[in-house]
C-alpha cells in the first residue's frame, strides 16, 4: 500500500497570504490528523477528521482549518499567514486504532 | 493535563553502544504509548508500541515496556548503529476519546559515531 502522501513538499508565502496543504491517506484509512511542527513548541496537534468531520480540535487560533472528502482526502488552510505559522506541517492517518502513519510533511516559510 | 516527558538531548554514542532514553507520561486513563522516530527532512516513522500495561513493543532491536506503576515506557537498543542517528519522539495517545489526537514529547536526538 502507498504511504500517507503530502503536496507540495515545500513552500514559500509571504505574510498577509493564505495556504492551503493536501494530504491523501494511506488506502482504506477514514481519520486523518494534522499536527505543526517547529523548534520551539515541538509537535502540537491541530485538528482530526474522520468520515469528513472534524472530530477534534487542538488549540490553534480560527485562522487554522481543515476539512476532509469523501474520498477521505484531507485540506488544510491557513489564513493570514504570519512569521510564526513558518513550520513542517505533518499529516497522518489511521484505521480504527489510535495507531497514526505519518506523510512526509509540508515545509511552509512564511517571509 | 496530559503529558510526556523524554530525557533531554541530544545524546551521542559510539557505535555498538547500549542505548536507553527515557519517557514519562501523565495521562488520566489508559493510554497506548508510542515511540516514533525521525531522520533528516523526513516524517515520522512509527517505531514501536504499547496498548497495555506490561505490553512490550519491539522493532529493528528496539524495545520498550509500558510501565503502569512508574508511567514509564523508556527505549532501549542493546547496539546502536550510524543508520539508528535520528530524533526519537515519545509520545501518547489522547485518553480523553479521540484517538486522532497524539501528544508527543520533545523528542531526543540521537547520534551514533562510527
Known amino acids: 500500500k502507498a504511504g500517507v502522501t503530502q503536496t507540495p513538499r515545500y513552500l514559500i508565502k509571504t505574510r498577509g497570504q493564505q495556504v492551503t496543504l493536501s494530504c491523501s491517506p494511506i488506502s482504506g484509512h477514514r481519520s486523518v490528523s494534522w499536527y505543526q511542527q517547529t523548534p520551539g513548541q515541538g509537535l502540537q496537534f491541530l485538528f482530526e477528521y474522520f468520515s469528513e468531520t472534524q472530530r477534534n480540535k487542538g488549540n490553534f487560533p480560527g485562522r487554522f482549518s481543515g476539512r476532509q472528502f469523501s474520498n477521505s482526502r484531507s485540506e488544510m488552510n491557513v489564513s493570514t499567514l504570519e512569521l510564526g505559522d513558518s513550520a513542517l506541517y505533518l499529516c497522518?492517518?489511521?484505521?480504527?486504532?489510535?495507531?497514526?502513519?505519518f506523510g512526509p510533511g509540508t515545509r511552509l516559510t512564511v517571509l | 493535563g496530559d503529558s510526556v516527558t523524554q530525557m533531554e538531548g541530544p545524546v551521542t554514542l559510539s557505535e555498538e553502544a547500549f542505548l536507553t532514553i527515557n519517557c514519562t507520561y501523565t495521562a488520566t486513563g489508559y493510554p497506548s504509548l508510542f515511540w516514533y522516530v525521525q531522520y533528516p527532512g523526513e516524517g515520522l516513522q512509527l517505531l514501536l508500541k504499547a496498548t497495555k500495561a506490561d505490553d512490550k513493543g519491539s522493532n529493528k532491536g528496539f524495545e520498550a515496556t509500558y510501565r503502569k506503576e512508574t508511567t514509564s515506557f523508556h527505549l532501549e537498543k542493546g547496539s546502536v548503529q550510524v543508520s539508528d542517528s535520528a530524533v526519537y519522539f515519545c509520545?501518547?495517545?489522547?485518553?480523553?476519546?479521540?484517538?486522532?489526537?497524539?501528544?508527543f514529547g520533545k523528542g531526543t536526538k540521537l547520534s551514533v559515531k562510527p
Open positions: 509520545a501518547l495517545s489522547d485518553p480523553r476519546g479521540s484517538q486522532g489526537n497524539l501528544i
Open positions: 497522518a492517518s489511521s484505521f480504527k486504532t489510535d495507531t497514526q502513519y
